[in-house]
């Protein structure tokens, strides 16, 4: 029998996939978004930056510097919080 995760056994895989997007600026945006937010996220949010993972890359990175249109089903505060980039530190 298959067991469900718990909400931090879905966080600790989301991080993971933050963190491994296949090139370092999506890393840097993708998984600095996750570590700044994601401590205060329950199911809803969860479950919007779930589906955010399951797109490309080249797709999340323009909606976060509003280079393309964000769709109806991501619209909202959590889009709006990776539009400011304020969480991306990269080291020199």
């Known amino acids: 029998m298959v067991q ?6 879905r966080k600790q895989r989301a991080k ?19 570590d700044r937010y994601h ?3 329950g199911e809803e949010e969860l479950g919007w930056f779930e589906a955010l993972l399951e797109v490309d890359d080249v797709d999340v990175m323009a909606w976060a510097l509003k280079t ?3 769709p109806a089903r991501f619209e909202g505060p959590l889009i709006e919080a990776m539009q400011r ?8």
């Open 16 to 34: 993971f996939r933050a963190w491994h997007r296949g090139t370092r600026e999506a890393d840097f945006m993708i998984g600095g978004f996750f």
């Open 39 to 41: 401590a205060a996220w």
């Open 4 to 9: 469900a995760l718990t909400l931090e056994g």
């Open 68 to 70: 393309a249109p964000v």
């Open 85 to 92: 980039l304020d969480y991306v530190d990269i080291p020199r």
